[in-house]
């Protein structure tokens, strides 16, 4: 039978999902922890700031000022979480376990640790980095909007000016 992420394991995973999708977007092998946390709904950016502590006490992430990245132990975390995902995917554990040994130490610190408990459903987590893309965009389209709308009254006042002073 294929293993699965615990909820603490796929909490951890949807946080290092964050991180490596800034990341690639930057081309960067880091990423602003700020920006990415003030990218969090504010509903949710307790546990997530509180999810990253966990991470870099852990050895997971490391930080670099306001930057945060991945050491050895957190991409071979990101290694291990795919191949649980593909050996899921694929319905069989024909995964070498000695191929992750490495992971084992982090993974004990994970199931240990209580801030890396989601504090809601898994499955809502799990969408966290997709809705924070829809909320980009959304972000983004709006701030759009708004130097539309912006222009558009500086038109319009403008031609009231304009028939105003003829």
């Given at each position: 039978?294929?293993?699965?992420?615990?909820?603490?394991?796929?909490?951890?995973?949807?946080?290092?999902?964050?991180?490596?999708?800034?990341?690639?977007?930057?081309?960067?092998?880091?990423?602003?922890?700020?920006?990415?946390?003030?990218?969090?709904?504010?509903?949710?950016?307790?546990?997530?700031?509180?999810?990253?502590?966990?991470?870099?006490?852990?050895?997971?992430?490391?930080?670099?000022?306001?930057?945060?990245?991945?050491?050895?132990?957190?991409?071979?975390?990101?290694?291990?979480?795919?191949?649980?995902?593909?050996?899921?995917?694929?319905?069989?554990?024909?995964?070498?376990?000695?191929?992750?040994?490495?992971?084992?130490?982090?993974?004990?610190?994970?199931?240990?640790?209580?801030?890396?408990?989601?504090?809601?459903?898994?499955?809502?987590?799990?969408t966290l980095p997709g809705r924070l893309e829809g909320y980009r965009a959304t972000k983004q389209s709006g701030l759009l909007n708004r130097w539309t709308?912006?222009?558009?009254?500086?038109?319009?006042?403008?031609?009231?000016?304009?028939?105003?002073?003829?």
């Amino acid at each position: 039978m294929p293993r699965s992420l615990t909820d603490r394991e796929a909490f951890a995973s949807v946080l290092t999902t964050l991180i490596l999708e800034r990341c690639m977007a930057s081309r960067s092998t880091e990423t602003s922890r700020i920006e990415l946390q003030e990218s969090v709904p504010g509903n949710e950016r307790s546990y997530v700031r509180r999810g990253l502590d966990a991470l870099v006490e852990h050895g997971a992430l490391a930080m670099s000022g306001d930057d945060i990245g991945f050491t050895h132990e957190g991409s071979a975390f990101l290694a291990y979480v795919a191949s649980v995902e593909r050996a899921s995917d694929d319905h069989n554990d024909s995964d070498d376990p000695d191929a992750h040994a490495a992971v084992v130490p982090l993974l004990t610190l994970i199931a240990q640790d209580a801030r890396l408990a989601p504090p809601k459903r898994i499955e809502d987590i799990q969408t966290l980095p997709g809705r924070l893309e829809g909320y980009r965009a959304t972000k983004q389209s709006g701030l759009l909007n708004r130097w539309t709308l912006l222009l558009a009254i500086v038109v319009v006042l403008g031609v009231v000016v304009y028939t105003q002073l003829r």
